[in-house]
């Protein structure tokens, strides 16, 4: 049986407690919620990492470990996630759950309190952050951003976000950009720090065996010395309803690959988490690209052998779904064209039975694993909460149930294509 409250501890700072008895570990996250922009994404990402080396009473890696492992082997781990147009920076920590604890054993507000002291008490020098600790997590960061273009699948998707979302929050990563990673020192990072504590809304998460109003003392006491600035700066995600230019644009790339990456990005008329449409949204995903059984997948790729992979992802808050796929260079046309065609098989009702059982059916496993999955859990709820929404995903899983094939072909007909991006090779 799982349990779900939500309560404001103090303003902005809201704590979503989901009470079971399944799993032997207690997970326990702390986001910070900041708008997406350019200029701040990457002293935001940089930010948990800095933190995690080190507090006033536990000044290095070391003392941070051992008072882990008297957590009986706990875990704090930054975390920079992009939810929308919501950068969450923050931690997610795991512990044992006292019901599994020797004796009277009573881990919870010990693990809750060297939260705290990661957030509310860093290790400083000269009134800032650790020059050394900064420079070398700097140096970290710097390479995870720039790592990212060897991964081609998910860089051609970084890539064709960058340019259909051009000037909109969404367009920036998660990790910001190396110019402003490589500007960031102890000094800019610690004036960061302290508007992020003052200004940005606080979304806890706990999962475990405590009931809910011990988990809320003990944030609270842990929190207590967290500044709140009287207008918190709420992050919001706009949702562009139509493509940006009256024919999609292309972006083509060449770097030294075997396999070319063609990905395309469309507008969804305006239909996302917030409109009553959502739902269906999410089958015609599933139908159209989201699955194994997907149009996409079934054809494109295994009946004509156009794509190496081929699938789809929608992007709830922002009103975007985005097509990946790898083909051979000569590919190109073919491919986008079927691709294009299974939309308007879609689009023109050309789905059959069967194929909307497996989409609702693959959402509806998805949402329930999900409850048997604590990180999996954890990341659905920060995004019901970068969402603004307490719907519980058996609640969604219903109205996933409920789809009718014309719902499908409405949402549909509503998406727009936007920006096509196709990463090529040198040579071609």
């Given at each position: 049986m799982i349990q779900v409250t939500h309560r404001e501890l103090m303003p902005g700072v809201r704590l979503t407690a989901v009470h079971t008895n399944k799993f032997k570990s207690n997970l326990l996250s702390l986001s910070l919620m900041a708008p997406l922009s350019e200029e701040t994404a990457s002293a935001n990402a940089l930010l948990p990492y800095v933190l995690r080396r080190g507090t006033a009473r536990h000044p290095d890696l070391e003392s941070l470990s051992a008072a882990l492992d008297d957590l009986y082997g706990g875990s704090i781990e930054p975390a920079v996630r992009k939810k929308g147009e919501t950068q969450a920076v923050g931690f997610v920590a795991s512990f044992l759950d006292d019901a599994f604890a020797p004796?009277?054993?009573?881990?919870?507000e010990d693990a809750v309190g060297l939260l705290g002291e990661l957030l509310l008490e860093p290790y400083t020098q000269n009134g800032a952050f650790c020059p050394d600790y900064t420079s070398q997590e700097r140096?970290?960061?710097?390479?995870?951003?720039?790592a990212q273009i060897n991964e081609k699948r998910a860089y051609s998707i970084l890539r064709l976000t960058q340019e259909m979302c051009a000037g909109e929050p969404y367009g920036v990563d998660k990790l910001g950009d190396e110019a402003h990673a490589a500007a960031l020192t102890p000094e800019r990072l610690w004036e960061r720090y302290q508007a992020l504590l003052s200004q940005a809304p606080v979304e806890l998460y706990y999962c475990g065996s405590a009931p809910a109003d011990r988990v809320a003392e003990a944030l609270t006491a842990a929190l207590a010395g967290l500044p709140r600035a009287a207008g918190l700066e709420e992050p919001e995600c706009g949702v562009q309803a139509e493509a940006s230019c009256e024919t999609p644009r292309l972006v083509t790339e060449s770097l030294d690959v075997t396999q070319g990456k063609l990905a395309l990005g469309f507008r969804t008329g305006g239909s996302c988490v917030w409109t009553?449409?959502?739902?269906?949204?999410?089958?015609?995903?599933?139908?159209?690209?989201?699955?194994p059984t997907s149009k996409l997948f079934l054809n494109v790729r295994e009946k004509l052998s156009l794509c190496?992979?081929?699938s789809s992802t929608l992007e709830k808050c922002k009103g975007i779904l985005l097509v990946s796929s790898g083909i051979e260079f000569g590919n190109y046309d073919k491919a986008k064209a079927e691709i294009l065609a299974q939309l308007d098989n879609c689009r023109q009702g050309a789905i059959e039975d069967w194929e909307m059982v497996a989409a609702r059916q693959a959402i509806i496993s998805s949402l329930s694993a999900a409850l048997d999955a604590q990180g999996r859990l954890e990341d659905f709820w920060l995004g019901q909460a970068a969402a603004g929404l307490e719907e519980e995903p058996q609640a969604l899983a219903q109205r996933i149930a409920a789809v009718t094939k014309e719902q499908v072909v409405a949402v549909a007909n509503k998406l727009e294509l936007d920006t096509i991006y196709f990463l090529k090779g040198k040579e071609g």
């Open positions: 004796g009277e054993t009573r881990i919870l140096a970290n960061l710097i390479d995870r951003i720039q009553e449409d959502f739902p269906a949204l999410m089958v015609f995903n599933a139908v159209y690209g989201g699955t190496y992979f081929a």
